[in-house]
């Protein structure tokens, strides 16, 4: 279903879009502030990943983190025990918590577990793999794995210059947002929605319900898997508590409620409105008030929750709605 906001802001997105190519170019950034812009876009592309499941599916996951995880791990694995180039172990990643959704989706959907009961199956799976990865040697345990420096260059996924790590994000945010655009306005769009409001009416009129909840959550475990191994290359480490940790799970569910829960745009909105803002709290108060990002987040969303549950996408929507009503 097609909102006023989306289908009337496509040059505006397209603008905004180049101006985030030519940012580097424009302005001179501390590198600090390249880092902020990078793990906003970052989190925009693991929220718009779990937008897919979420959003437009209407099956809420608060286990991501295991498939971002598990792309993470399973290309620095990959690197390290065979020298296997990083841009294969993230096909090899996303294969791999693409199997991983694909057997969690099977044992949920197959019993027709739902709402509340996935949601716990997600997170119960997401703490076994929390828990398996911070005992395993072989995985570095609670301690974590460090990726090996390379020669610098586009083959091994590795840069002196954060610029490249930037595109490189830009570009599989991107992807995953015209992505969802795509299947929004499809018949694979479609059904996911109608199954999402009401899953026994889709099945009644013959939508394929589990093949398709199935489709979608490998899809998004698939798309996620490719971020884990992005920040593995970023950061140069991985560890169970930045890679697999509920934590993580909450932040990538919190941006989509912020911004739009099945909105193409909603995501990225909430990311660019909550980690800039968390970031700039945690530079202003310091380490004295550990957490104080996290009650921002808490009052933003009672306040979200009361005068937008829909979303910043959904409250501006409805403003230019009733202006578009008055006009006509």
């Known amino acids: 279903m097609r909102t006023w906001i989306e289908s009337k802001a496509l040059l505006l997105v397209l603008g905004m879009l180049i101006f985030l190519i030519l940012i580097p170019h424009l302005f001179t950034f501390s590198s600090y502030l390249l880092h902020i812009l990078i793990m906003t876009f970052y989190f925009s592309y693991l929220s718009s990943c779990w937008n897919l499941l979420g959003g437009i599916a209407g099956q809420h996951s608060m286990g991501h983190s295991a498939f971002v995880g598990l792309g993470a791990y399973s290309s620095t694995f990959f ?13 090899l990643g996303g294969m791999v918590a693409a199997l991983a959704g694909l057997f969690i989706g099977y044992l949920s959907f197959r019993y027709r577990l739902r709402g509340l009961y996935f949601l716990l199956v997600t997170i119960a799976f997401a703490e076994i793999l929390y828990i398996l990865f911070s005992n395993i040697r072989s995985l570095g345990g609670a301690s974590g794995l460090v990726v090996p420096l390379k020669e610098e260059g586009l083959i091994n996924f590795q840069f002196s210059s954060k ?21 929004s306005r499809k018949r694979l769009g479609y059904y996911l929605i109608a199954i999402r409001e ?14 398709y909840k ?14 884990g191994t992005f920040y593995a290359q970023y ?5 169970p508590s930045t890679a697999l940790g509920i934590g993580l799970s909450v932040e990538i569910l919190i941006y989509p ?17 909550l980690y800039p803002l968390a970031e700039f709290i945690r530079g202003i108060l310091g380490a004295k008030t550990t957490g104080a990002h996290l009650m921002v987040y808490g009052v933003i969303l009672i306040v979200i929750m009361i005068f937008a549950p829909g979303g910043i996408t959904g409250l501006f929507n409805d403003m230019f709605l009733v202006k578009d009503r008055r006009q006509k």
């Open 163 to 183: 610029v490249t790590y930037y595109y490189i994000i830009l570009a599989m945010l991107t992807f995953v947002i015209l992505f969802t655009y795509l299947i």
């Open 214 to 227: 199935l489709l979608v959550t490998t899809i998004s475990a698939f798309l996620s898997a490719l971020g």
């Open 235 to 239: 950061t140069y480490f991985i560890d």
């Open 198 to 211: 009401n899953e026994e009416a889709a099945r009644a009129v013959g939508i394929r319900v589990i093949d």
């Open 257 to 273: 409620i912020v911004g739009g829960v099945g909105t193409v745009f909603g995501p990225a909105i909430g990311a660019f409105t």
């Open 79 to 91: 690197l390290l025990k065979v020298g296997l180039n990083p841009w294969i172990g993230m096909l």
